[in-house]
């Protein structure tokens, strides 16, 4: 029997954050290069003003970037208005058991660091989970990463999908996925990468050998 997690269409995820260093055009010029490799793109940019935010929501819509696949990092009035896929929501955002309340329709991920954090998201709502980071990153330099078996834990303990985050290579995607979880973040693995569509194509490869695993054995 299919993990019940898989029913809710999040399996083998690809997502995609942006790195907070890069212009709009270059994000929506990448992104649009890229948007048939991936599952989902996060707006994550913390020094941007909600005009800004909008705008390249509304660049990537004219590039052909499918809405559905973005999630608004934290600023759930632009996911809603927008009609993007949905909010991510962090430690400093509003509770998402008032996203429910307010927007019940709208997919809500929450970002985590912790089992207590875990619980926590998937009390309040959260349709996914985004936990990390699984390995050391220049992203948070200094930070161990969790890595694998505390990944296991959270795979197996709340019943929602997690998709991980942190460090992630196409070395190590595989390794990864054996922990259960349904997906894998990255940031400059891709949109920094000397070619971000070779990079995305290799992750996607990735990514399916898994599936094909899966299906082979079954």
């Known amino acids: ?85 949905g909010v991510q929501l962090t430690h400093h955002s509003i509770e998402g058991s008032l996203v429910k309340q307010v927007f019940p329709t709208l997919k809500m991920g929450s970002s985590i660091h912790s089992m207590e954090e875990a619980k926590h998201a998937f009390q309040q709502g959260a349709d996914f989970l985004l936990y990390g980071n699984i390995f050391p990153t220049l992203s948070k330099e200094g930070k161990p990463g969790v890595g694998i078996q505390k990944l296991k834990d959270i795979v197996q303990t709340v019943p929602i999908p997690i998709v991980a985050i942190g460090g992630i290579t196409q070395q190590n995607t595989i390794e990864v996925l054996s922990s259960g979880c349904n997906g894998i973040a990255v940031l400059s693995g891709i949109l920094q990468s000397d070619n971000p569509l070779d990079s995305a194509k290799l992750y996607r490869e990735k990514l399916d050998q898994v599936v094909s695993r899966v299906e082979t054995i079954l």
């Open 1 to 85: 029997m299919e993990n019940s997690k898989n029913l809710n269409g999040i399996k083998n995820q690809l997502h995609v954050i942006s790195t907070g260093q890069q212009s709009i055009q270059k994000l929506v010029d990448i992104a649009g290069s890229i948007h048939s490799y991936i599952d989902v793109l996060h707006i994550r940019e913390k020094s941007w003003t909600a005009k800004e935010i909008v705008m390249t929501i509304e660049a990537l819509g004219s590039a052909g970037f499918p809405l559905e696949k973005i999630m608004v990092n934290d600023r759930v009035d632009i996911a809603y208005l927008m009609k993007t896929g």
